[in-house]
């Protein structure tokens, strides 16, 4: 139909525009960005009272569509959520600059000499959930490291949404960014239109619910940096502490069961599994036996358990059934500890501590762009390292390869 | 039909033989790795009159099909060869050890500490062309970072192939790494059912013709790394020192027309387009000056050539027609320089100096994996650093999270 056509090229060209954008981005020093960031927190601030009468639009949709609890508690945005938003770019702004990072400086011979250091990746698309507060977030990362984003965000929260775009679009182009260093898709038919966009977005962040990364994971040739789905596992040794273990299961299951990372499978050496049943008894979550929960993502208060006869058989089912994201071992015995590091294929690999430990704050990034499944690029929590890239510079005199070919020259390699 | 599913099983139980495979090669000592290309070094030249028989065959075929001289001349593998392949081999046993380096040490509280550690990638498909010297490198590159690769070379070096990787295959499990260390694949049937294998094959490295790879990253969930084409630009600034730019517009171009990182477009400062056409006007190089060129890796001696009017259009034509490779500004104006080495987004951004120089050798890293043109994982030249990732390794004495949002206790963060 012509109706959509039209709408590709409209799409098409969003991304066009945050592409070349990008280019000046890139460009900027580190005093633009952060003033911007500056510019933002005020703009906030000052349009408080516009932002929570709108999102109190939303709030009222939302009752009166009877969406469930968690979702109107997570749309809600008052002045406690607004203020931790202005602290966090205050936070961000103190944040030394992932930019323009040296990476290797080496001469090549003199006077040509090779840099590698750290450049915005480009244009980050983001589609994600009905947090207002996550817009502010996003595109104050993204400000941060020079990258231009194109947002979707949760449709509960359109209004919302609405209003923190146009102001923080508003303060960032009058500190100095291009138009398109932000971009608010509004329909969720957009999603697809961007996903074809692969000459422009050079990296889509889903936050979302597993079907829906997986959608976009097998639907677009932009490369994704996320995690479908968070089966993290704690196995108990043999030569497990029981006063380790027991706190740290249930911190792991239960300490926010809706967490990409806490734990939903057991795994229990033979030795201890009676004692470990026992400990468990009174556990607030149910435990569950059969096979079919191995692959299963509770995110509640459901525990699939395996006795297992050995600590490889435990490394086994972990790279068979696990999602890659963060597995535990309880055991006394360095020597285990360091074989199952090594032999469990994830991105967080723990010994005597929680799953839930899986965080950027926690691992003092500052910062999170979000967690990666993925082994390239990024893998695990992921702070603003995650936002950039690097190229090569190399500056010289006029030298030529036919020179080092012949033997005329030689290369003198040389760090500094 | 039947035997398209048997055979499509089949690649599927190769590729899960590796996957598990993969888990040991990432448990196995530097020595164990070291002492293994020891070993295959060794065997290649104890086997080597067989070696040679085959390709002998390989040629006696191909000479009778009367394939192009430059295959041929790839394909020829010959006591030289041979002895550059045993003295690579060499090399790359003195190179430091790409996994188990420590990224980052932190401790996050007082007895839990974080590392972030670089590990194997897991299992790495590469896909190469006629030269049978490329599967040597390519499995002793796999053997030093520890991943498992399945490896399809081309059909021309067959019986060189088989022999090639019969010796390195059995010279590396004597040494003790497991069987499924390096798989080969002999028909071209076999690529397509290994690009369904993403669960099993972590990274597709594609080593062709552009658009077999762009055949592979449109077809394929596994990342791939590699590229696609080379459409790299030497910029001629009106502030270019000329005895500068002829010598290095000349070596860009005709150093070695087939490489990707030879100069495909030049592009000129209109106030100096007068002289750098008189200096060209002998050349051994067509020029052509139509539109349809811009986007064309001509991997021969023709090149682009379009007036700008300033620097500015010169870094919009390069991003907009580049492949985002390498390109060279020829400029005296430092400032300019460092402008255009920001506004191209591209993984080399040279000025003063041949684009040939994008290369790993050329680079200092003593071994090349390959050249990304890709902006996530690796760019530009990459060395071993590109066959491994990350994980992070936490070691607690039971903490949990509990605690820390209760405020109980407090992270500590200290880099150590």
Redesign the interface.
Known sequence: MCGGKEREMEYREMARKAK?D??KM??LAEEVRNKALENIGKALRAESEKIFSANGRDMERAEKDSLPGPIINRLKFDDHKLSDCIKGIGDLIKLTDPVSKTLLK?Q?DEG?I?EKIT?P??VIGVIFESRPDALVQISSLCVKSGNCAILKGGSEAAESNRVLFDTIHKAGVEAGLPEGFLTLVEDRAGIDQLLKCHDEI??IIPRGSNSFVQHI??DS?I?V?GHADGICHVYVDSEA?M??AI??I??SKT??VAACNAAETLLIHEDVYDSVMEALKDAPFEMRFDEEGYSQEYLDYIISVKKVGSMEEA?DHI?HYGSHHTDVIITEDEEK?E?F???V??????????S???DGF???FGAEVGIST????A???VGLDGLV??????????????D??SGKRE?K?KDI
Chains 1, 2 share one sequence.
Do not use: E, W
Not at 374 to 377: N, R, T
């Open positions: 070349s990008s280019y890139a460009g080496r090549l040509l090779l450049c990746i480009g050079d990296l994971m097998n040739k490369p940096m502490d006063a380790k706190p740290v249930k911190d300490q926010y490394v790279n500890a074989l590091m090594d032999g294929d994830s991105a967080g690999v723990y010994v005597n501590c929680s839930r430990f899986a926690r691992y003092g993925g082994k390239l690029h893998r695990g929590p890239t690097y190229k090569y510079k190399l500056r010289g005199k006029g030298q030529i390869v036919a080092y070919a290369f390699f």
